[in-house]
T-cell receptor, first 115, second 113 residues
């Protein structure tokens, strides 16, 4: 039981390049989330998927797209990376079929630098 | 709108001293409140949560938090700090119905030997 996994762990991009951050969970959770963490700003929600087949914008969605590939996987895509997207990105999941619906479980993060 | 505010971006205490990390919330409905901890270069782990049962909530690693409606607070405490408690701590409120969490800005806890 690996929980929430993210790939890659580190990435350096040049301005204008694209990339996809991958996230997978093996806890049979219905909801998945993408956050970015910047110093002094806590975690800010980029996009989330309350259930398979749905996605919604969070607080800071500009410059990002997401795909809920199936119940396990939720990817985040940067189409044209900008230096302002330099951050640490966390994926999280919540809402098991049975059990508490409010607790989120986090992956280890992806540290992205855009030059 | 529901939100949380953490008072103090940095807190420094001596080993063995009381740890007090402050969180105030704003919510028009009874809130679900959380404390998460982030150790260096790791993801967030749940410390404890309040979901309208007992107002004093006990978590992992000796931490506890008390929900005080009159003060709209959910402060995190630990009687005796240990070096391993050095980390960043986040308070969060659950947005009911939307299945989302809103996080505070975080408090970095430093433990002095």
């Amino acid at each position: 039981n690996a929980g929430v996994t993210q790939t890659p762990k580190f990435q350096v991009l040049k301005t204008g390049q694209s990339m996809t951050l991958q996230c997978a969970q093996d806890m049979n959770h219905n909801s998945m989330y993408w956050y970015r963490q910047d110093p002094g700003m806590g975690l800010r929600l980029i996009y989330y998927s309350a259930s398979e087949g749905t996605t919604d914008k969070g607080e800071v969605p500009n410059g990002y797209n997401v795909s809920r590939l199936n119940k396990r996987e939720f990817s985040l895509r940067l189409e044209s990376a900008a230096p302002s997207q330099t951050s640490v990105y966390f994926c999280a999941s919540a809402r098991p079929v049975a059990g508490p619906t409010d607790t989120q479980y986090f992956g280890p993060g992806t540290r992205l630098t855009v030059l | 709108a529901q939100s949380v505010t953490q008072l103090g971006s940095h807190v420094s205490v001596s080993e063995g001293a009381l740890v007090l990390l402050r969180c105030n919330y704003s919510s028009s409905v009874p809130p679900y409140l959380f404390w998460y901890v982030q150790y260096p270069n790791q993801g967030l782990q749940l410390l404890l949560k309040y979901t309208s049962a007992a107002t004093l909530v006990k978590g992992i690693n000796g931490f506890e938090a008390e929900f005080k409606k009159s003060e709209t607070s959910f402060h995190l405490t630990k009687p005796s700090a240990h070096m391993s408690d050095a980390a960043e701590y986040f308070c969060a409120v659950h947005i009911q119905g939307a299945q989302k969490l809103v996080f505070g800005q975080g408090t970095r806890l430093t433990i002095n030997p």
